[in-house]
């Protein structure tokens, strides 16, 4: 068993693939991850189970892995105890949470932007560069940019978790220039199945940050560092100006167009 | 145990026969970097408060909190204050205000008592957060009577 833990979750999960569904049963989706990088040993300390969950979960997947001897898992070691149930963030990462709220958004409309899918015309094109410049201004300059440049480094930015976050903007940036791209061939096809890739992805990689690396990151860091977060952020909000007002409006009257043709219909 | 009924603030509680007194080993070293530290004596802007973590605490809690030293006050700058029996508390406002404002202080941390009376401590740093133009993180800190943290958690303004 110990010579698994030092394995990244996806070649467990390939060596024994029903460790997907025991980590599903304790509300740890690593399975349906696109990169699955993480250690195993890790991903145990950054979901910060209950002890008692931990130890249950660990004996299942030991005797999973080794049927025959092995019926008591390794402990893995934490930094703190389990705290209280329910995620409550430090300030700093509730700012982060908040800005995920505006981008669930538009990911949301994802689908309905792909049924009223029109290349062929300007208006329909239109649509998507909007789209996309949200996507491009708030999702990614805006919001992303704090992490990569601000609270990742912070940590260990070698650290599995890290590397798969970075991973995921990088696969994100690569769907939106492919939608444009497509977009210039007139290539319907193309662009629906980018935006649908793209809105599988930050649907997965928002639900990780909130509930997984945001609450692992708070319980690591200082209330000190907790604080110049704070403010680091605040200043990259003052250089960023009208950009999560407009962005915000953008949503507003996307959501109030797609619910006027929705009532037509 | 004698007690009489009223305000919890002053309910009396005896727990001189509760469990066993552990007892610190060895000299505890002070981690007070600073005079004054009473709120109506304190200077907001006086060096110490610049760029720092500060603690608001409650007078009650350095008492009550077997470990306040190397727990809560390494490394930071600190004013005390009681919300009950204090007078001119308009004041404490606007030096909260100033720390965050003029001293730019990185983040405010409120000790209080889990007594009701308390709280007030922790409205007046919500209230000068609210009224001023910079803000910057606020944690509440609630200590039992016996010690214990009952509660520490990030509060809003």
Redesign the interface.
């Known amino acids: 068993m110990k010579e698994y833990l030092n394995k990244n979750i996806k070649e467990v999960i390939n060596l024994f693939p029903e460790v997907e569904s025991i980590l599903n049963e304790y509300g740890v989706g690593c399975g349906s991850c696109s990169v699955g990088t993480c250690l195993f040993k890790d991903i145990i300390e950054i979901h910060h189970l209950s002890p008692d969950e931990e130890r249950e979960l660990m004996d299942q997947i030991a005797e999973e892995i080794n049927p025959d001897r092995e019926k008591r898992a390794p402990s893995i070691k934490r930094k703190r105890e389990a705290g209280a149930a329910g995620i409550k963030y430090s300030p700093p990462i509730q700012k982060l949470v908040n800005e995920h709220v505006l981008i669930k958004r538009l990911v949301a409309m994802i689908p309905r932007l792909i049924i009223d899918l029109d290349v062929e015309s300007e208006m329909g094109r239109q649509l998507v560069i909007d789209s996309i410049d949200f996507i491009r201004s708030y999702a990614d300059k805006y919001h992303h940019a704090k992490e990569e440049d601000i609270l990742f480094k912070y940590f260990d930015e070698n650290a599995e978790i890290i590397q798969v976050m970075h991973e995921d903007h990088r696969n994100a940036r690569a769907h939106v220039k492919a939608i444009l791209e497509a977009l210039d061939d007139r290539d319907q096809k193309a662009v629906a199945e980018h935006l649908d890739a793209y809105q599988a992805l930050l649907s997965e990689h928002i639900k990780k940050e909130d509930e997984i690396l945001y609450p692992w990151m708070d319980r690591d860091l200082s209330d000190s560092q907790i604080g110049k977060l704070f403010s680091q952020f605040t200043g990259k909000d003052e250089e960023f100006g009208d950009i999560p007002i407009r962005s915000e409006q953008f949503i507003n009257k996307l959501e109030e167009k797609f619910k006027l043709l929705e009532e037509i219909k | 145990m004698t007690e009489f009924e009223g305000c919890p603030g002053s309910k009396m509680v005896d727990f001189r026969d509760e469990g066993p007194q552990e007892e610190a080993t060895g000299k505890v070293k002070s981690q007070l970097r600073q005079w004054p530290i009473q709120m109506h004596l304190i200077a907001p802007t006086a060096p110490y408060y610049q760029g720092a973590?500060v603690l608001l605490t409650a007078d009650c809690v350095g008492y009550a909190l077997g470990g306040f030293h190397p727990e809560c006050l390494k490394?930071n700058s600190i004013a005390i204050a009681c919300p009950k029996l204090d007078e001119g508390q308009d004041v404490y406002v606007e030096k909260i205000k100033s720390w965050l404002e003029d001293a730019k202080?990185?983040?405010l941390?409120v000790l209080i008592m889990e007594v009701p009376c308390c709280m007030g401590l922790l409205n007046l740093a919500q209230q000068a957060l609210q009224s001023s133009s910079r803000?910057?993180?606020?944690?509440a800190v609630i200590v039992g009577v016996q010690g214990e943290i009952i509660s520490e958690?990030?509060a809003s303004a």
């Open positions: 973590d490394g202080i990185n983040t941390t803000k910057v993180p606020l944690k958690e990030w």
